[in-house]
């Protein structure tokens, strides 16, 4: 993976933001273009507090896998990963459980051109990268099958990810269609934005985007929780994201400043 070109899979379009750069300019990163900060600029303009909601997101994602990882877990499939930040999802993991075996995929080239952070394993596990989009979960679980034992469970990590899909392209069908390929035992992991704190401001961030041609599809408690339907939900179910689990890991500056509107929850397939 490490030694290929971006622009073969289909180039780094740097004439419109993308949410993974946009994410990566939120964190600080430098793997952004300027169409990715001027519009993370509109967007802190709105909500000053959008950085912090992306830390929140981050610090549930750690959080989630530990909890995972100590309850058992050894494989993950994280779909939109996103430029990686230290630490990635399988350094959480690979520090509970050395043998862990990690799937990472996402659509933007970019993250193809930095997948070398992403493969850093331990000798006792695996981590690959798979360049693939969500609306397309044939391939995405035809290609982690390559690393991933489907016939044992899998947490399917969606963090921050399924708010960027309109119900038009099936978002819950997506999930319930990447659900029916995994095995008794495994878990769904999500956050989500939403509309239902911040009403004024979401829509006025919803028209942004959009005008930019990047879709924010924010739903409702109701509509988040739709996703775990025929899950179990692991306690505390869903909640704001920074207060599933907050003993599990350090507390973002700033994340009780106001409200953080945004839902994550774990489910567990029976």
């Given at each position: 993976?490490?030694?290929?070109?971006?622009?073969?899979?289909?180039?780094?379009?740097?004439?419109?933001?993308?949410?993974?750069?946009?994410?990566?300019?939120?964190?600080?990163?430098?793997?952004?273009?300027?169409?990715?900060?001027?519009?993370g600029r509109q967007?802190?303009?709105?909500?000053?507090?959008?950085?912090?909601?992306?830390?929140?997101?981050?610090?549930?994602?750690?959080?989630?896998?530990?909890?995972?990882?100590?309850?058992?877990?050894?494989?993950?499939?994280?779909?939109?990963?996103?430029?990686?930040?230290?630490?990635?999802?399988?350094?959480?993991?690979?520090?509970?459980?050395?043998?862990?075996?990690?799937?990472?995929?996402?659509?933007?080239?970019?993250?193809?051109?930095?997948?070398?952070?992403?493969?850093?394993?331990?000798?006792?596990?695996?981590?690959?990268?798979?360049?693939?989009?969500?609306?397309?979960?044939?391939?995405?679980?035809?290609?982690?099958?390559?690393?991933?034992?489907?016939?044992?469970?899998?947490?399917?990590?969606?963090?921050?990810?399924?708010?960027?899909?309109?119900?038009?392209?099936?978002?819950?069908?997506?999930?319930r269609r990447l659900?029916?390929?995994?095995?008794?035992?495994?878990?769904?992991?999500?956050?989500?934005?939403?509309?239902?704190?911040?009403?004024?401001?979401?829509?006025?961030?919803?028209?942004?985007?959009?005008?930019?041609?990047?879709?924010?599809?924010?739903?409702?408690?109701?509509?988040?929780?739709?996703?775990?339907?025929?899950?179990?939900l692991v306690d505390?179910?869903?909640?704001?994201?920074?207060?599933?689990?907050?003993?599990?890991?350090?507390?973002?500056?700033?994340?009780?400043?106001?409200?953080?509107?945004?839902?994550?929850?774990?489910?567990?397939?029976?």
């Amino acid at each position: 993976m490490t030694g290929q070109d971006p622009t073969a899979a289909g180039g780094i379009d740097t004439s419109r933001p993308h949410p993974a750069r946009m994410y990566d300019w939120y964190l600080g990163g430098k793997d952004n273009y300027p169409v990715d900060e001027e519009m993370g600029r509109q967007m802190l303009a709105l909500d000053p507090r959008v950085p912090v909601m992306a830390r929140v997101n981050r610090a549930f994602m750690h959080r989630a896998t530990r909890w995972l990882a100590e309850s058992g877990v050894r494989q993950f499939l994280d779909i939109g990963t996103g430029i990686p930040t230290e630490p990635n999802l399988h350094q959480i993991a690979q520090s509970v459980a050395p043998d862990a075996r990690v799937v990472y995929c996402d659509n933007d080239p970019i993250v193809l051109a930095h997948a070398a952070a992403l493969l850093r394993s331990t000798p006792e596990g695996v981590t690959e990268y798979l360049q693939a989009d969500v609306r397309d979960p044939a391939a995405i679980v035809e290609g982690a099958k390559r690393t991933l034992d489907f016939g044992r469970p899998v947490a399917l990590s969606l963090v921050a990810l399924l708010h960027f899909v309109p119900d038009e392209d099936g978002a819950h069908e997506l999930v319930r269609r990447l659900l029916s390929e995994l095995a008794p035992g495994s878990h769904l992991v999500m956050t989500h934005a939403t509309a239902d704190f911040t009403p004024e401001e979401s829509a006025a961030a919803t028209a942004k985007l959009k005008a930019a041609g990047v879709t924010l599809a924010l739903r409702s408690r109701e509509e988040f929780t739709r996703f775990f339907d025929g899950l179990e939900l692991v306690d505390p179910g869903v909640e704001i994201v920074h207060k599933w689990h907050p003993e599990l890991g350090e507390p973002v500056p700033g994340q009780d400043d106001g409200v953080i509107p945004g839902y994550g929850a774990v489910g567990r397939k029976g």
